[in-house]
């Protein structure tokens, strides 16, 4: 069935250094993907999606690129901020149907 | 900005313990969904609900799981008799009409259950 797996945290930075979170899925047909961020007591918010092949999603500084190839959507930032500390959910919409299904969420935390 | 609310932030019960997890979706939504997750592991899709009714739902939404709109505006998730299993991060989403291939769901800050 369809499914995503996400890299597993904590993951701790410094401020200013480069930021990777693998995300890898498995899905029949071609899903719609997407990074979901939460930060401290608050609710998931879209943080970028891609809805096809090769795109690339963009949003405050941090880039998914779907890959078919290799079945990833990882995301990256070049230069990580504290304000980045936050928890990072990888997800998958399958083409038909409504639901959608989550990786476990990967913990960022930036140091100054 | 619109935004989906939850309430409580977080429930405290005793297990066999009837609870009503509370959300107020976006207002010119039409669907609404809830998901959980259990500490540690993944976000899990609960059911979705659309037009009145369930439209789909998962395994994990067995007898014991309800949900209603009972207003215009609140969207409830009722577990009727909780199990220890059932401690979880509840989360509320909602959804206006897809447009131009877009589905975004729009998501709570969630409700903590603790069931003791």
């Known amino acids: 069935g369809d499914s995503v797996t996400q890299m597993e945290g904590p993951v701790t930075l410094s401020e200013e250094a480069f930021l990777t979170i693998n995300c890898t899925y498995t899905a029949t047909g071609y899903p719609s993907l997407f990074w979901y961020v939460q930060y401290p007591g608050e609710g998931l918010q879209l943080l970028l999606k891609?809805?096809?092949?090769?795109d690339k999603g963009s949003n405050k500084g941090f880039e998914a690129t779907y890959r078919k190839e290799t079945t990833s959507f990882h995301l990256e930032k070049g230069s990580v901020q504290v304000s980045d500390s936050a928890v990072y959910f990888c997800a998958l919409l399958p083409n038909t149907g409504n639901q959608f299904y989550f990786g476990t969420g990967t913990s960022l935390t930036v140091i100054p | 900005e619109p935004e989906v609310t939850q309430t409580p932030s977080h429930q405290v019960t005793q297990m066999g313990q009837e609870v009503i997890l509370r959300c107020v979706p976006i207002s010119n939504h039409l669907y609404f969904y809830w998901y959980r997750q259990i500490l540690g592991q993944k976000v899990e899709f609960l059911v979705s609900f659309y037009n009145n009714e369930i439209s789909e739902k998962s395994e994990i939404f067995d007898d014991q799981f309800s949900v209603e709109r009972p207003d215009g505006s609140n969207f409830t998730l009722k577990i009727r008799s909780t199990k220890l299993e059932d401690s979880a991060m509840y989360f509320c989403?909602?959804?206006?009409?897809?447009?131009?291939?877009?589905?975004?769901?729009?998501f709570g800050p969630g409700t903590r259950l603790t069931v003791l």
């Open positions: 891609a809805t096809k092949a090769d």
């Open positions: 989403a909602s959804r206006g009409r897809r447009q131009g291939g877009k589905n975004e769901q729009f």
